[in-house]
């Protein structure tokens, strides 16, 4: 793991906006060899799409046994493509230990995404902020941090579990840059300065700051999120296994970035109107057109007016315009610039941003 670490790290230069989280729709599953045929294609595909209901939509907890019945019934039908494969892993069968057959399945993305709305679940794209997760554990009273450069069991962990939810992680290094910014006592202490100015050199979509320790017995997970813009939210949990309570706020983690980014389905679809400035020339406005048009949000996108480089869109929304604007930031496409900054309000219905993407013309 501690290479997996390092080779996504490498990516930090790129980021400070969104990443495209591939494989949504697919699930890699393993069953016990001894299942007939139709048993084993059964059991994998109904596992296959629990995994991928609650990573499409981000919220684990709201799937209730009904709506999990319901994707049983209908699984098979959904299924794009499946191959399997023999792997040296045992699974647990009826009898203990016994070999596995690994399945991957792959679904359509038009029925996941109509069943998830149909009962009214969330859909989150493939465009997912960027999380920097900073870690430091308690181990018998001696504090620890850490990233790449010295990756623990507890991280590894969390990176597995992470991509399960289509959360992309990254760890910083905890070099000596790092440790000058960011002490051990300060990220204990969830000083929220300390860890931003830290957080600067990688700068990813938002940060996640956690800790480890135990109490009783059981293992504690305490962590915070730090969102641009918004205030800090705290998520722990208390388990039995440290994995268990990692798990646990990796599913509430999900929950609190689908309920501010995943489209949902309404009634009647939000209508928003929507300027942009620096659009002055065809390759501009296709790139405007194609990214709007792009986002899961987004039911309908027309265009309304072209004056001198300011274009108008009104747009039908599934969400609110505060989603719209929370999905625009996660790109560099569009920015609202400080001459345009005052006359950007969501909870109005009218945003207004400055084109700074591909194709763009410097006058």
């Given at each position: 793991?501690?290479?997996?670490?390092?080779?996504?790290?490498?990516?930090?230069?790129?980021?400070?906006?969104?990443?495209?989280?591939?494989?949504?729709?697919?699930?890699?599953?393993?069953?016990?060899?001894?299942?007939?045929?139709?048993?084993?294609?059964?059991?994998?595909?109904?596992?296959?799409?629990?995994?991928?209901?609650?990573?499409?939509?981000?919220?684990?907890?709201?799937?209730?046994?009904?709506?999990?019945?319901?994707?049983?019934?209908?699984?098979?039908?959904?299924?794009?493509?499946?191959?399997?494969?023999?792997?040296?892993?045992?699974?647990?069968?009826?009898?203990?230990?016994?070999?596995?057959?690994?399945?991957?399945?792959?679904?359509?993305?038009?029925?996941?995404?109509?069943?998830?709305?149909?009962?009214?679940?969330?859909?989150?794209?493939?465009?997912?902020?960027?999380?920097?997760?900073?870690?430091?554990?308690?181990?018998?009273?001696?504090?620890?941090?850490?990233?790449?450069?010295?990756?623990?069991?507890?991280?590894?962990?969390?990176?597995?579990?992470?991509?399960?939810?289509?959360?992309?992680?990254?760890?910083?290094?905890?070099?000596?840059?790092?440790?000058?910014?960011?002490?051990?006592?300060?990220?204990?202490?969830?000083?929220?300065?300390?860890?931003?100015?830290?957080?600067?050199?990688?700068?990813?979509?938002v940060v996640l700051a956690i800790r480890l320790s135990e109490y009783r017995g059981e293992a504690v997970v305490e962590s915070m999120l730090l969102t641009p813009n918004q205030s800090s939210r705290l998520i722990s949990a208390t388990k039995p296994t440290q994995q268990e309570a990692v798990e646990e706020v990796l599913v509430r983690l999900a929950a609190l970035l689908s309920d501010?980014?995943?489209?949902?389905?309404?009634?009647?679809?939000?209508?928003?109107?929507?300027?942009?400035?620096?659009?002055?020339?065809?390759?501009?406005?296709?790139?405007?057109?194609?990214?709007i048009s792009s986002m899961g949000i987004v039911k309908q996108v027309q265009l309304k007016s072209i004056v001198e480089g300011q274009v108008g869109l009104d747009i039908l929304l599934n969400g609110t315009p505060e989603?719209?604007?929370?999905?625009?930031?996660?790109?560099?496409?569009?920015?609202?610039?400080?001459?345009?900054?005052?006359?950007?309000?969501?909870?109005?219905?009218?945003?207004?941003?400055?084109?700074?993407?591909?194709?763009?013309?410097?006058?």
């Amino acid at each position: 793991m501690k290479r997996i670490v390092c080779l996504w790290l490498l990516m930090l230069s790129s980021l400070g906006h969104a990443v495209q989280v591939s494989n949504l729709y697919s699930a890699v599953v393993q069953v016990p060899a001894s299942l007939d045929d139709r048993q084993l294609l059964n059991r994998a595909f109904n596992e296959a799409i629990d995994d991928v209901l609650a990573r499409v939509s981000g919220q684990q907890q709201d799937i209730s046994s009904r709506v999990t019945q319901k994707a049983h019934q209908s699984a098979a039908s959904w299924v794009a493509q499946h191959s399997v494969q023999d792997v040296i892993d045992t699974i647990e069968g009826a009898d203990g230990p016994e070999a596995a057959k690994e399945i991957n399945v792959t679904f359509y993305k038009e029925s996941v995404d109509s069943f998830l709305y149909d009962n009214d679940l969330p859909v989150w794209g493939e465009n997912r902020p960027s999380i920097l997760v900073w870690l430091i554990e308690d181990q018998s009273g001696q504090r620890q941090m850490f990233g790449a450069n010295q990756p623990s069991s507890a991280l590894s962990k969390l990176f597995d579990d992470a991509k399960h939810f289509g959360l992309p992680v990254y760890a910083p290094l905890v070099d000596a840059t790092d440790r000058q910014t960011l002490s051990s006592s300060a990220l204990w202490g969830f000083f929220e300065e300390d860890i931003l100015a830290a957080s600067q050199r990688y700068q990813t979509d938002v940060v996640l700051a956690i800790r480890l320790s135990e109490y009783r017995g059981e293992a504690v997970v305490e962590s915070m999120l730090l969102t641009p813009n918004q205030s800090s939210r705290l998520i722990s949990a208390t388990k039995p296994t440290q994995q268990e309570a990692v798990e646990e706020v990796l599913v509430r983690l999900a929950a609190l970035l689908s309920d501010r980014y995943a489209s949902i389905k309404t009634l009647t679809p939000q209508e928003m109107y929507v300027q942009v400035d620096g659009v002055r020339n065809y390759t501009a406005m296709s790139t405007l057109r194609q990214y709007i048009s792009s986002m899961g949000i987004v039911k309908q996108v027309q265009l309304k007016s072209i004056v001198e480089g300011q274009v108008g869109l009104d747009i039908l929304l599934n969400g609110t315009p505060e989603k719209f604007a929370n999905t625009v930031a996660l790109n560099s496409v569009l920015s609202s610039s400080l001459q345009t900054a005052g006359m950007t309000d969501p909870l109005l219905n009218s945003l207004h941003y400055q084109y700074t993407g591909k194709g763009k013309i410097n006058d």
